[in-house]
């Protein structure tokens, strides 16, 4: 009798574990003897999810080819787990990234625009991936920036729209708390949260989430109220490190607004903002820590350098060719206001 399926063994050694995805997932760096390759594997529980489920995450991953999609190898099974097995990228991911130092402005405007590049693929497909956040930007040998992680995406139907009960609370949209159908506009607003932590850093978004959490419990109607009222997060201009230009503020309030239709309405649009965002701001590299505020840049041999302490006093140094700083004198000693430092970091 002809069979259309065949079954065959299949082995891979699961290594170190290098990240968790709630209670029932982890991932693990794993070895592929019969491709002699180092994987990524993500070991997901059967007991109280549907593993149809998620091999159904490794078909859209599959059929949604594209050089900003982390693509999939193979998924299988056995009687307690479902495992998907992908490439391993050893950069690690944006918010890796982002747990190490700031990002600059042309890094994040560059990583955007890769991520964004796929998400506008996976829209196409009609798919809505609602899970946007740096943990699913993954960053390739290359330097370059692919959207990951598809176990939440949903399929739009004939109404355009996709079910979706099972949402981060720390990046849901407005509309999360009134409806469980989304359109792509759920993405792009997630897109805003991961374009504000890039600009913010994470300890930021932390502590503004953290101050709706009491015993250890959120505060679920203080958060709804600051999430529908544009409180969470904080987008006030001046609340933006002085090196993030207003264009890209400007982009990211826009893909946080409250109202699905006074959002971007496609990632492309995004990136076309993105785009034209030029000029000195591009290259610093800021610090902030309990020493105060820092910003660094090189270029072609002079290292320029501007420090506030927590008292707000500052210095300015230009150092040229590895030789001795020099202070820039009307930048040192003063009580710098945020146009004085913005005006420092566009002149030099």
Same mark, same amino acid.
């Given at each position: 009798?002809?069979?259309?399926?065949?079954?065959?063994?299949?082995?891979?050694?699961?290594?170190?574990?290098?990240?968790?995805?709630?209670?029932?997932?982890?991932?693990?760096?794993?070895?592929?003897?019969?491709?002699?390759?180092?994987?990524?594997?993500?070991?997901?529980?059967?007991?109280?999810?549907?593993?149809?489920?998620?091999?159904?995450?490794?078909?859209?991953?599959?059929?949604?080819?594209?050089?900003?999609?982390?693509?999939?190898?193979?998924?299988?099974?056995?009687?307690?787990?479902?495992?998907?097995?992908?490439?391993?990228?050893?950069?690690?991911?944006?918010?890796?990234?982002?747990?190490?130092?700031?990002?600059?402005?042309?890094?994040? $405007?560059? =990583?955007?625009? /890769? *991520?964004? #590049?796929?998400?506008?693929?996976?829209?196409?497909? +009609?798919?809505?991936?609602?899970?946007?956040?740096?943990?699913?930007?993954?960053?390739?040998?290359?330097?370059?920036?692919?959207?990951?992680?598809?176990?939440?995406?949903?399929?739009?139907?004939?109404?355009?729209?996709?079910?979706?009960?099972?949402?981060?609370?720390?990046?849901?949209?407005?509309?999360?708390?009134?409806?469980?159908?989304?359109?792509?506009?759920?993405?792009?607003?997630?897109?805003?949260?991961?374009?504000?932590?890039?600009?913010?850093?994470? $300890?930021? =978004?932390?502590? /503004? *989430?953290? #101050?709706?959490?009491?015993?250890?419990?959120?505060? +679920?109607?203080?958060?709804?109220?600051?999430?529908?009222?544009?409180?969470?997060?904080?987008?006030?201009?001046?609340?933006?490190?002085?090196?993030?230009?207003?264009?890209?503020?400007?982009?990211?309030?826009?893909?946080?607004?409250?109202?699905?239709?006074?959002?971007?309405?496609?990632?492309?649009?995004?990136?076309?903002?993105?785009?034209?965002?030029?000029?000195?701001?591009?290259?610093?590299?800021?610090?902030?820590?309990?020493?105060?505020?820092?910003?660094?840049?090189?270029?072609?041999?002079?290292?320029?350098?501007?420090?506030?302490?927590?008292?707000?006093?500052?210095?300015?140094?230009?150092?040229?060719?590895?030789?001795?700083?020099?202070?820039?004198?009307?930048?040192?000693?003063?009580?710098?206001?945020?146009?004085?430092?913005?005006?420092?970091?566009?002149?030099?």
């Amino acid at each position: 009798m002809f069979r259309p399926y065949s079954r065959a063994d299949l082995h891979f050694e699961l290594r170190a574990e290098i990240g968790a995805e709630g209670r029932n997932s982890q991932v693990y760096e794993a070895h592929d003897p019969q491709l002699d390759a180092l994987l990524v594997i993500k070991k997901v529980s059967k007991a109280s999810l549907d593993a149809d489920g998620y091999f159904r995450e490794s078909s859209l991953l599959y059929g949604s080819a594209h050089s900003n999609v982390v693509p999939i190898h193979y998924a299988c099974q056995d009687d307690g787990h479902v495992y998907l097995a992908m490439p391993m990228y050893a950069a690690g991911s944006l918010k890796s990234l982002m747990g190490r130092r700031f990002l600059t402005v042309r890094e994040t $405007v560059v =990583f955007a625009t /890769q *991520f964004l #590049s796929g998400l506008h693929h996976i829209h196409s497909k +009609r798919l809505v991936h609602f899970d946007i956040k740096p943990d699913n930007v993954l960053i390739s040998e290359r330097g370059e920036a692919l959207l990951s992680d598809f176990g939440l995406a949903k399929p739009r139907g004939n109404g355009g729209v996709a079910g979706q009960d099972r949402l981060y609370s720390k990046m849901v949209p407005p509309e999360a708390f009134q409806t469980d159908h989304f359109d792509h506009r759920f993405d792009i607003y997630q897109t805003g949260l991961t374009l504000y932590r890039m600009c913010m850093g994470d $300890v930021e =978004f932390y502590s /503004q *989430f953290d #101050s709706y959490v009491v015993n250890d419990q959120l505060d +679920r109607i203080a958060f709804r109220h600051a999430v529908t009222n544009s409180q969470f997060p904080n987008t006030t201009t001046g609340k933006f490190p002085e090196h993030i230009p207003e264009r890209l503020i400007t982009v990211i309030k826009k893909c946080l607004q409250t109202n699905p239709a006074d959002r971007y309405s496609s990632a492309i649009e995004i990136v076309n903002d993105l785009a034209p965002i030029e000029g000195e701001l591009l290259d610093w590299q800021y610090q902030m820590g309990p020493d105060g505020r820092s910003w660094t840049k090189t270029h072609e041999g002079t290292e320029i350098a501007l420090t506030l302490s927590p008292e707000g006093r500052s210095e300015a140094t230009k150092r040229v060719n590895g030789g001795a700083p020099r202070r820039i004198a009307t930048y040192c000693g003063n009580q710098l206001n945020r146009q004085q430092i913005k005006q420092f970091l566009r002149e030099n």
